[in-house]
């Protein structure tokens, strides 16, 4: 699968899986992307001691003094609509500027409430770019389509589907031929039998694999 014109976002979530995401993020700057933190997010890409190139939001979740950084600062993008979280003005920022995917760390670091509209918010921007969901491992969300994916042999994956998505896959110990999955869990902890193929005839779905199953480089 490619990842066009990627840029990793920070929300402010405790983040478990630190080097998938320091790997994301040197993987988005070699291919001309960025690294942007939603407000608060900031902080917790200053524990990874990733400077990012933007951050976007209202500024009332930053650090407190703001650290004294040497080498390089991040462009500060104030935005104080209250009609909309941090995170989607960070999207939209994105967005309006090109970028393709957007990988997202911090997802499900906070609280549920959080935790369930930065889900949610991904979903809803999924069908305008590419939606990569970091944690332990990575998780990509798919609209209707045809997706290739570059798994090794008895590597791990599992496809969460929304009620109703009708999917066919190929390449793996569980195939599918154009099933409608009435149930989230139809999908989950299936085994590659090397690169998979993954087309969602109708509804949406989850892709979910180890950092080294999307094949990044």
Not at 84 to 90: G, I, L, P, Q, Y
Request: glycine residues 12%.
């Amino acid at each position: 699968m490619s990842f066009l014109r990627p840029c990793l976002i920070f929300l402010n979530g405790e983040i478990e899986d630190k080097k998938n995401v320091v790997e994301t993020a040197k993987f988005c700057r070699a291919r001309g992307g960025a690294v942007l933190c939603a407000d608060g997010g900031l902080k917790q890409a200053l524990k990874l001691k990733i400077i990012p190139d933007i951050v976007i939001g209202d500024m009332d979740s930053l650090p407190k003094p703001l650290p004294k950084l040497r080498f390089k600062k991040p462009v500060f993008v104030c935005d104080f609509d209250e009609n909309s979280s941090d995170f989607e003005k960070t999207l939209l920022w994105a967005l309006e500027r090109g970028f393709k995917t957007a990988f997202v760390c911090g997802v499900l670091g906070g609280g549920l409430d959080h935790a369930l509209v930065n889900i949610a918010m991904m979903e809803r921007f999924g069908a305008k770019m590419r939606m990569v969901m970091l944690g332990r491992g990575r998780g990509v969300f798919l609209p209707k389509g045809l997706y290739q994916f570059a798994l090794n042999k008895g590597e791990r994956f599992s496809l969460l589907a929304k009620a109703g998505a009708t999917v066919s896959l190929l390449g793996a110990r569980y195939g599918l031929s154009e099933e409608t999955l009435s149930s989230p869990g139809r999908g989950l902890g299936n085994t590659a039998e090397g690169p998979i193929s993954v087309r969602v005839h109708q509804g949406e779905i989850w892709f979910l694999s180890t950092p080294s199953g999307l094949g990044l480089k």
